[in-house]
């Protein structure tokens, strides 16, 4: 009962030629680089993101300006707060059409965040000057920068209000 | 008869299959589960800063070293006992470590400023707050102990970043008294005397024994004192204690020479000096920030803010520290450095143990892997084979020096032309200009240890841009319009740096272009700017908002690096 060996079977060949290109790859591995540079880091090493990261453009808006911004039509929606415009498209559930404080997509919302309150009398018309805000008491002052210091840091600081005639 | 008959015949299996499939088996293993891993994972490379998500007209974003981020506050301090300049020496280390050729421990060095601080304010006659010195020194441990003991008394040093300034600088701002080497002594004390009007009394100290023809010239009003006697002075007699020196107190002024050829200052504070220590210790990751057991060698001279972020940054972490020789600003003669960057190699050096971490120039680098290279493709058989291990292993983001291939290869390689202690060399950061990038993966491999390219300026202390230390991403050139052969990127803003391009299309940039403009920074390592305009000292325009213009033109990649691409 002796130890058969022979290389000459289709078995055994097809494991030895597999061992052989092996082999040839662990001493001499490839080193040719890819000609287009991968988007995935799974792709590669050498990868870089497709796109930057999305940022906002910094716009001056007017009230007339704005108030297409209510998210009506699935698009952005942005509200003002004592002059800043900030991108709250990420709480369309509360800013949306539908949402508790849908009144003040598209607005400025100064006098609505300094009261504490979400009425329609709260917001002026889009046509008239904006609200001076001259008559509001300091704690409601007070209240409104607390919104704003909010705003800033859950959403995008994304424009500037300014009045009609203004641009 | 028919196909099942042919079929065993040709599935017939021995004792030869069992070891074949044994070795197959071995090697399909080996070749498809053993990868090392990265030095760092590649998913943090696609992040490599934090872009603010609202950008001005014209302008990027803002953009943020990743690990320090939009919201986070920067790193102005090493550690939270360390204010001001004096807090950089660590008083508990007891270890002696070298510091150009003197080994010193941190008390004696604390005790040769206090000597040094007492003797000046007495023998010198300078008023804490209201006089300045000029530190006309080579950078070596006279010159710290000179900063030092200055700043420890409230007195602003200056210091020049190249030796062409000295007469506009003495004629603008004439300082109360000048530190100098001896050789210097009959130069100095000619420009004083051609600059004749001002007549009021000089204070010199000198380093050194100064000739006694120098001696013979000076004038009535003119005072000479010797460093060492200045020293003595202050060791005898009781030490005068002064207020402790604000974080906001500007402690130097480094003179350098802007775009236009004007004569420019930098003032540095207390904090903008812990803030550059801050940033040139983390160019390191956290796992090899340098220790009392490394050595650091830098080719930036301590005059200008970069450089002193070095020097006091190996001070703080209480490694030896020397300078290269040839990076000297003063000299006895007109001596020429070489400009191939041989100087690294061929240059005079400080008896300082075997460098472990370098602070070079493009100069250097490329002339050391260029060496490198030419030792090891002498072995002619093996340093193919090596080349394309090591090329494998960086396509896969691993790098070490201690892989068989070293062995063979690149480690002898590395002896011929670095010296005994070529073995010692742990990490390479290079700046001062721009590396091609076809060039980065060749000096990896010839020194495969972490390489850290980065982007300083005059004004800021502690580097501006620094890529990742662990990066080693290589990207086929793109053929740019701008460069005839593309620099390789400089990474992320420094942790303490935030960073903005000016002067960006905006269309470009909305269909997902890459937004390149002129590069504006901010942050607690950037020091003031004053041009000095017909002896006067100027606040620039610059920009609203404390923004600092760098000079060049910068592109921002996806993945958050900085590629620089000309000066403006």
């Known amino acids: 009962m002796g130890v058969s060996f022979d290389l000459g079977t289709p078995v055994n060949t097809a494991l030895f030629l597999y061992i052989l290109y092996s082999v040839q790859r662990i001493i001499f591995p490839t080193t040719s680089k890819p000609s287009t540079i991968p988007n995935e880091f799974k792709a590669g090493y050498s990868w870089m993101p497709k796109?930057?990261?999305?940022?906002?453009?910094?716009?001056?808006?007017?009230?007339?300006?704005?108030?297409?911004?209510?998210?009506?039509?699935?698009?952005?929606?942005?509200?003002?707060?004592?002059?800043?415009?900030?991108?709250?498209?990420?709480?369309?559930?509360?800013?949306?059409?539908?949402?508790?404080?849908?009144?003040?997509?598209?607005?400025?919302?100064?006098?609505?965040?300094?009261?504490?309150?979400?009425?329609?009398?709260?917001?002026?018309?889009?046509?008239?000057?904006?609200?001076?805000?001259?008559?509001?008491?300091?704690?409601?002052?007070?209240?409104?920068?607390?919104?704003?210091?909010?705003?800033?840091?859950?959403?995008?600081?994304?424009?500037?209000?300014?009045?009609?005639?203004?641009? | 008869m028919g196909l099942p008959f042919n079929l065993s015949e040709y599935l017939i299996t021995d004792d030869l299959t069992i070891l074949l499939a044994l070795i197959a088996a071995t090697v399909f293993l080996l070749n498809n589960l053993y990868k090392p891993q990265p030095l760092v994972h590649p998913i943090l490379l696609g992040r490599q800063s934090d872009a603010g998500r609202a950008r001005n007209p014209k302008e990027s974003a803002v953009y943020r070293n990743y690990g320090t981020g939009l919201l986070g506050r920067f790193p102005i301090r090493p550690s939270k006992e360390v204010y001001i300049l004096a807090d950089l020496v660590k008083q508990e280390s007891e270890a002696p470590r070298t510091l150009w050729s003197t080994k010193i421990t941190n008390t004696h060095l604390q005790d040769r400023v206090a000597s040094l601080g007492t003797g000046l304010l007495r023998l010198a006659r300078l008023q804490p707050n209201e006089s300045n010195v000029l530190l006309l020194?080579?950078?070596?441990?006279?010159?710290?102990?000179?900063?030092?003991?200055?700043?420890?008394?409230?007195?602003?040093?200056?210091?020049?970043?190249?030796?062409?300034?000295?007469?506009?600088?003495?004629?603008?701002?004439?300082?109360?008294?000048?530190?100098?080497?001896?050789?210097?002594?009959?130069?100095?004390?000619?420009?004083?005397?051609?600059?004749?009007?001002?007549?009021?009394?000089?204070?010199?100290?000198?380093?050194?024994?100064?000739?006694?023809?120098?001696?013979?010239?000076?004038?009535?009003?003119?005072?000479?004192?010797?460093?060492?006697?200045?020293?003595?002075?202050?060791?005898?007699?009781?030490?005068?204690?002064?207020?402790?020196?604000?974080?906001?107190?500007?402690?130097?002024?480094?003179?350098?020479?802007?775009?236009?050829?004007?004569?420019?200052?930098?003032?540095?504070?207390?904090?903008?000096?812990?803030?550059?220590?801050?940033?040139?210790?983390?160019?390191?990751?956290?796992?090899?920030?340098?220790?009392?057991?490394?050595?650091?060698?830098?080719?930036?001279?301590?005059?200008?803010?970069?450089?002193?972020?070095?020097?006091?940054?190996?001070?703080?972490?209480?490694?030896?520290?020397?300078?290269?020789?040839?990076?000297?600003?003063?000299?006895?003669?007109?001596?020429?450095?070489?400009?191939?960057?041989?100087?690294?190699?061929?240059?005079?050096?400080?008896?300082?143990?075997?460098?472990?971490?370098?602070?070079?120039?493009?100069?250097?680098?490329?002339?050391?892997?260029?060496?490198?290279?030419?030792?090891?493709?002498?072995?002619?058989?093996?340093?193919?084979?090596?080349?394309?291990?090591?090329?494998?292993?960086?396509?896969?983001?691993?790098?070490?020096?201690?892989?068989?291939?070293?062995?063979?290869?690149?480690?002898?390689?590395?002896?011929?032309?670095?010296?005994?202690?070529?073995?010692?060399?742990?990490?390479?950061?290079?700046?001062?200009?721009a590396i091609d990038a076809e060039k980065m993966t060749p000096s990896r491999i010839a020194l495969s240890v972490p390489l850290v390219n980065t982007f300083i300026h005059p004004l800021v202390a502690g580097p501006v841009l620094a890529s990742h230390a662990f990066d080693l991403q290589d990207f086929p050139a793109v053929t740019n319009d701008v460069l005839p052969s593309p620099a390789a990127h400089c990474g992320p803003p420094s942790v303490n740096v935030e960073a903005k391009l000016v002067g960006v299309d905006d269309e470009l940039v909305e269909n997902g272009a890459d937004p390149s403009g002129a590069l504006l920074v901010r942050g607690p390592s950037v020091a003031r700017l004053v041009s000095v305009e017909d002896y006067v000292d100027v606040q620039p325009e610059g920009d609203k908002d404390g923004w600092i213009i760098m000079g060049v033109r910068a592109k921002v990649q996806t993945n958050g690096s900085f590629q620089v691409l000309s000066q403006i």
């Open chain 2, 137 to 433: 020194l080579n950078d070596s441990l006279e010159f710290i102990v000179a900063d030092m003991a200055l700043a420890s008394h409230c007195i602003p040093s200056f210091t020049l970043a190249s030796s062409n300034l000295l007469s506009s600088v003495l004629e603008s701002h004439p300082p109360s008294a000048i530190i100098t080497h001896a050789f210097l002594l009959s130069q100095i004390l000619e420009l004083i005397y051609d600059a004749g009007e001002k007549t009021g009394h000089h204070t010199i100290i000198v380093v050194g024994e100064p000739s006694s023809q120098a001696m013979a010239s000076v004038a009535s009003n003119v005072k000479v004192l010797k460093f060492s006697e200045v020293e003595r002075e202050g060791f005898k007699v009781e030490k005068v204690i002064s207020p402790l020196p604000k974080p906001s107190d500007i402690f130097t002024v480094s003179f350098f020479e802007g775009e236009g050829g004007q004569l420019q200052s930098a003032q540095l504070t207390h904090e903008n000096i812990t803030a550059g220590v801050t940033a040139t210790r983390s160019l390191l990751p956290l796992s090899h920030t340098p220790s009392p057991l490394d050595t650091i060698l830098s080719t930036h001279s301590l005059s200008t803010p970069y450089g002193r972020a070095i020097a006091y940054t190996a001070i703080y972490e209480g490694t030896s520290f020397a300078t290269q020789r040839s990076s000297e600003l003063y000299h006895i003669d007109d001596q020429q450095n070489p400009s191939d960057g041989s100087d690294i190699i061929t240059g005079k050096r400080y008896p300082i143990p075997a460098p472990t971490i370098l602070f070079i120039k493009p100069q250097h680098l490329n002339y050391l892997v260029s060496e490198i290279l030419k030792q090891a493709s002498k072995s002619w058989l093996l340093f193919p084979i090596a080349w394309r291990h090591k090329l494998a292993g960086i396509a896969d983001g691993f790098l070490t020096k201690d892989s068989l291939w070293d062995r063979l290869v690149f480690d002898n390689a590395r002896a011929k032309v670095m010296g005994d202690g070529a073995a010692a060399l742990r990490a390479i950061i290079v700046s001062g200009g």
């Open chain 1, 51 to 167: 796109t930057h990261p999305p940022t906002v453009l910094f716009k001056t808006y007017t009230p007339k300006t704005l108030e297409p911004f209510n998210g009506v039509d699935d698009g952005r929606i942005l509200l003002a707060i004592n002059g800043t415009v900030f991108d709250v498209t990420g709480g369309r559930n509360f800013y949306g059409p539908n949402g508790m404080y849908g009144n003040f997509a598209g607005r400025d919302a100064s006098r609505g965040m300094a009261k504490q309150s979400f009425d329609i009398e709260m917001l002026t018309p889009v046509d008239q000057p904006l609200d001076k805000l001259t008559d509001l008491k300091p704690d409601e002052i007070e209240n409104m920068k607390g919104w704003i210091e909010h705003f800033s840091s859950k959403y995008i600081i994304c424009g500037k209000l300014v009045e009609n005639d203004a641009i």
